[in-house]
């Protein structure tokens, strides 16, 4: 199993361009989601989701949207990206059917200029 | 929503010495608490986790424990190594187990 993947590690982008972070799991896992992590402040919830097709907010949603068309996949968009926006954002999956036990991938380093 | 927060920021230990880090959490219907352990340039890692149902839990050299009654939970590392050397993050997730909530991360420096 390759686990949590995401592409890709680094990215720079211009204010106001939009782009997709990626994230895949080839575990089966229902549960995924993404976080942001910034200088001292850990990490925080963006969106997370509970199975193909069902997503919810997380604790910093604005600005980003998410999908998930497949157990698979979990992509992270950026519609018009703001320097707040630059951090480390982290995908994780959990096989249980909540946010225990999460798996995490090794993260996309964003920064907006 | 939930607030968790983590004491101390960073931590300096002498090789063989033991660390102590604690997390205080404000729902008192949070019922998972798990321990991330990252190292520089990667993902958070799972390194121990305990339920509300469950006052301690130990594995090797690491051992969590839980007050729900005081909303606090600490994580102990004894004989600490180098390779423990790491930031460390507490969390707790909300009633529903659908979102995680972490602490604001301890460094951990373990001089040889």
């Known amino acids: 199993n390759a686990g949590v993947t995401q592409t890709p590690k680094f990215q720079v982008l211009k204010t106001g361009q939009s782009m997709t972070l990626q994230c895949a799991q080839d575990m089966n896992h229902e549960y995924m989601s993404w976080y942001r992590q910034d200088p001292g402040m850990g990490l925080r919830l963006i969106h997370y989701s509970v199975g193909a097709g069902i997503t919810d907010q997380g604790e910093v949603p604005n600005g980003y949207n998410v999908s998930r068309s497949t157990t698979e996949d979990f992509p992270l968009r950026l519609l018009s990206a703001a320097p707040s926006q630059t951090s480390v954002y982290f995908c994780?999956?959990?096989?249980?059917?909540?946010?225990?036990?999460?798996?995490f991938g090794p993260g996309t380093r964003l920064t907006v200029t | 929503g939930e607030n968790v927060e983590q004491h101390p920021s960073t931590l300096s230990v002498q090789e063989g010495d033991s660390a102590v880090i604690k997390c205080t959490y404000s729902?008192?219907?949070?019922?998972?608490f798990p321990w991330y352990k990252q190292e520089l340039g990667k993902g958070p890692q799972l390194i121990i986790d305990?339920?509300?149902?469950?006052g301690e839990k130990k594995d090797q050299r690491i051992a969590v424990t839980l007050n729900k009654t005081a909303k606090h939970f600490s994580l102990h590392i004894t004989e600490t190594q180098p390779e423990d050397s790491a930031v460390y993050f507490c969390a707790a997730v909300n009633n529903a187990g659908n979102m995680l909530t972490f602490g604001g991360g301890t460094r951990l420096m373990v001089k040889p």
């Open positions: 729902d008192s219907a949070s019922n998972y």
């Open positions: 994780a999956s959990s096989m249980a059917s909540g946010a225990y036990e999460q798996y």
């Open positions: 305990i339920r509300s149902n469950v």
